[in-house]
């Protein structure tokens, strides 16, 4: 006979947060809320830290490298989508890894033989105005000059000119040596009226570019998730079938984090994988999932996964538990992989992190799934909301909406995530619209906001004191009734003075 578990499959929507001891020293502008991505030693950090708890979904429609780059400047992380060819999310992972953020490796580097046309053409591919020119048109070539939009004009010069024309040569650009600080060189910058500052190596090749712009914009991003050479930090989805194609060009790109992409996680293709990965690339942290209960969670955990991504079925665009009939409401799911990471940890010393996937609906979602003990969030819906994301943006009626489709649905037809032969049988996943939200930035930091204000009210300065010190409750029809009285909202513009 089938083994049948008591316990109720529940969702978040089914519990509250009771409010602890507000303390003085307290508030939200001293809570914390770093939280480890990869396993790690008890008492010893983890390698990897996000500054906010919450990553983008490996989709289409959530995770391009534009997404990735917003959410990086705001201390999260996405993981770019692996449903597309391997030379093109590794380009992807690139353009995260170059863009401009404190000392940047040039990626608009032309010779001075090559057209202004190509220059142009160039620029636009990169969406950079300034370009250096390198002996051999490398972004580590000898440097021979810059040449930015302000030095020539299509309509008045010549574009088959060459770039030597315009360029300005390298005798009257200034530069630095590559020892230079980040302070020294923005010291450079504003002294010397400079929008670019080249540094070279002792024989003259170019090593990294320093721009004013990045100055103005680092202020604006102080909690900029980044690597050790300020580069911001990008993860990436595989899958089971091209992962030894697929990881190695991923590694090669510099990407900081990889993760397994799939409806079903607790299967001998992953932990096969993750073997295979953790012995070629031992330095690259991977994730594993999705798993639902304790021994999803153990086998990855054992298999050698650096983190474990928890959920099925409960995803917005997500129809698994209507065409298979499996899945667990992500509460359960949760609550039940916290208690396996932590017997875990302590049997074994090794800390797993816990990413609670898909079903998020409000804001407060995200806090319970912390207060339930995971460890980060993972966001689909949520994301592709925002301007940043790929879907269209479209005007209805009622407003503006963006595209938003899931990978099992016929749009993104993602075979590989769902085990499906080599080309999907039947759908799991619909191809919809969401509310257009806006700016990622403004959006998160009001959630953000909200998160924090709510460790406050439970009486938590980090995410290890909710975890451990949160108290729930679950929540009856009628007190749900209670929070939901009929009152006519009157349309305000959403901020409080
Ligand atoms: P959301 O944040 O509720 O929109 O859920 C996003 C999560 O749903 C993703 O991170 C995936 O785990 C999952 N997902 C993505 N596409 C599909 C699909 O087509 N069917 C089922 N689940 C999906």
Redesign the pocket.
């Known amino acids: 006979m089938a083994h049948i578990i008591n316990e109720v499959s529940r969702t978040f929507n089914e519990f509250l947060l009771l409010p602890g001891r507000t303390r003085k020293d307290c508030s939200v502008q001293s809570v914390e809320v770093s939280t480890p991505l990869a396993r790690h030693r008890l008492g010893e950090p983890s390698p990897l830290i996000l500054g906010t708890p919450v990553t983008s ?3 289409q429609s ?1 995770s391009s490298h534009d997404l990735a780059i917003a959410l990086a400047r705001a201390g999260g992380l996405s993981f770019l989508y692996h449903n597309q060819p391997i030379e093109d999310q590794a380009a992807a992972v690139r353009r995260v890894k170059t863009f401009k953020s404190g000392f940047v490796t040039s990626d608009t580097n032309v010779r001075p033989t090559d057209a202004l046309r190509d220059l142009v053409e160039l620029m636009e591919r990169t969406g950079h105005s300034t370009a250096a020119v390198t002996e051999d048109g490398t972004a580590t070539g000898t440097l021979l000059g810059m040449v930015s939009k302000r030095d020539f004009h299509p309509q008045r010069h010549d574009l088959d000119a060459p770039v030597s024309s315009r360029m300005r040569p390298i005798d009257s650009v200034p530069s630095a040596k590559g020892d230079i600080t980040l302070t020294e060189a923005n010291d450079r910058l504003f002294d010397e009226h400079l929008d670019v500052l080249p540094v070279l190596d002792h024989e003259g090749h170019l090593h990294r570019l320093i721009f004013r712009s990045d100055y103005e914009d680092n202020k604006r991003f102080p909690h900029q998730l980044v690597d050790a050479s300020k580069r911001l930090r990008v993860g990436a989805g595989v899958n089971t079938h091209d992962y030894k194609d697929r990881i190695p060009a991923l590694v090669d790109a510099d990407v900081d984090v990889l993760c397994f ?1 799939s ?1 079903d996680g607790y299967s001998d293709y992953q932990a096969d994988a993750l073997a295979w990965a953790k012995q070629h690339y031992p330095h690259t942290p991977i994730g594993g999932g ?1 798993v639902v209960d304790a021994e999803g969670f153990d086998f990855l955990a054992q298999a050698g996964a650096d983190f474990v ?1 928890v ?1 099925v ?8 538990r209507d065409q298979k009939g499996i899945g667990r409401g992500q509460a359960s799911a949760v609550l039940d992989t916290v208690a396996a990471r932590d017997r875990y940890a302590q049997q074994t010393g090794i800390y797993v992190p816990i990413c609670s ?5 409000h804001d407060y979602h995200i806090t319970l799934a912390l207060a339930m003990g995971a460890d980060f969030v ?5 994301f ?1 909301r925002f301007d940043q994301a790929p879907g269209a943006k479209i005007p209805t009626k009622e407003g503006f909406v963006k595209e ?6 016929a749009r ?1 037809r ?1 075979w590989q ?2 085990g499906q032969a080599t080309k999907m049988l039947f ?4 191809d919809g619209y969401v509310p257009y939200a806006g700016d990622l930035h403004e959006g998160l930091a009001s959630t953000l906001a909200k998160i924090k204000a709510t460790m406050v009210s439970c009486g938590a300065s980090n995410i290890p004191a909710f975890q451990t010190g949160a108290r729930l409750t679950l929540v009856s029809e009628q007190s749900f009734q209670e929070s939901h009285a009929n009152v006519t909202i009157r349309e305000t513009t959403g901020t409080t003075h």
């Open positions: 979904a490996i989709m959530v992409d409806s999705n991504k959920g079925g409960g995803g917005s665009i997500c129809i698994t996937d898909g079903g998020l609906v993972m966001m689909g819906r949520y592709a938003y489709w899931g990978e099992g649905s993104a993602n995530r769902y759908e799991e996943g619909v």
